[in-house]
């Protein structure tokens, strides 16, 4: 018996996940996909940024950007990541370590299909992370592919798709009081999962 069973969690560090993202997402004020994307350019320099999480499965953690963003260019200099979420109410956070893959076409073009007609025109008026003179630049933009895509679907930017967090190391951590808080490590070990707990 693993470390994660002798203690209630799931053997599985995704099953494990889904259970606690289920908690959060009827417990959560706000938003419960929020979470946070730690990446490092090519110079190793890291920085960090909010993103919703748009799918989880057993490949991974998914989210969407545009490839042009500092944080696309991050991403194509070094492919590894980590995300943070942290769900205040539960007392909840999960921190998950790993590389990432773009999404194919396929899945890309079904999310982008689902998103309101105005977050698609956004998509593609929004030069993101570049220097923008004014917000009558960016509204001059939306202006114009509005008129562009006036009727019919809208197709998803070339420069826009999504990554998905392969996932090699994920943490559990769940409050305790005295600060004697619970800590399980899931890590990848071939094809499978080790688990160790850890001192608060």
């Keep these: 018996m693993s470390q994660a069973e002798d203690r209630g969690e799931a053997p599985d560090p995704i099953d494990q996940f889904r259970r606690w993202y289920a908690e959060a997402q009827a417990t959560e004020p706000g938003e419960p996909t929020a979470v946070a994307l730690a990446t490092v350019d090519a110079d190793g320099a890291p920085s960090v940024r909010m993103v919703l999480l748009k799918g989880v499965s057993e490949r991974g953690f998914v989210f969407y950007t545009n490839f042009e963003s500092r944080k696309g260019r991050a991403l194509a200099a070094d492919p590894r990541a980590a995300l943070c979420f942290y769900w205040n109410v539960l007392g909840y956070q999960v921190r998950?370590?790993?590389?990432?893959?773009?999404?194919?076409?396929?899945?890309?073009?079904?999310?982008?299909?689902?998103?309101?007609?105005?977050?698609?025109?956004?998509?593609?008026a929004s030069r993101q992370s570049r220097p923008l003179a004014g917000r009558w630049e960016l509204e001059k933009e939306v202006a114009r592919m509005t008129a562009k895509f006036l009727a019919g679907k809208i197709p998803r930017p070339p420069f826009w798709s999504g990554y998905r967090l392969v996932?090699?190391?994920?943490?559990?951590?769940?409050?305790?009081?005295?600060?004697?808080?619970?800590?399980?490590?899931?890590s990848k070990d071939g094809g499978g999962w080790t688990t160790e707990r850890l001192y608060p």
């Design 96 to 124: 998950v370590e790993g590389r990432v893959e773009t999404v194919g076409a396929d899945e890309a073009d079904a999310y982008f299909g689902s998103r309101e007609r105005t977050s698609q025109i956004g998509a593609w």
């Design 167 to 186: 996932p090699e190391r994920i943490e559990f951590w769940r409050r305790r009081p005295f600060r004697l808080h619970e800590r399980i490590v899931y």
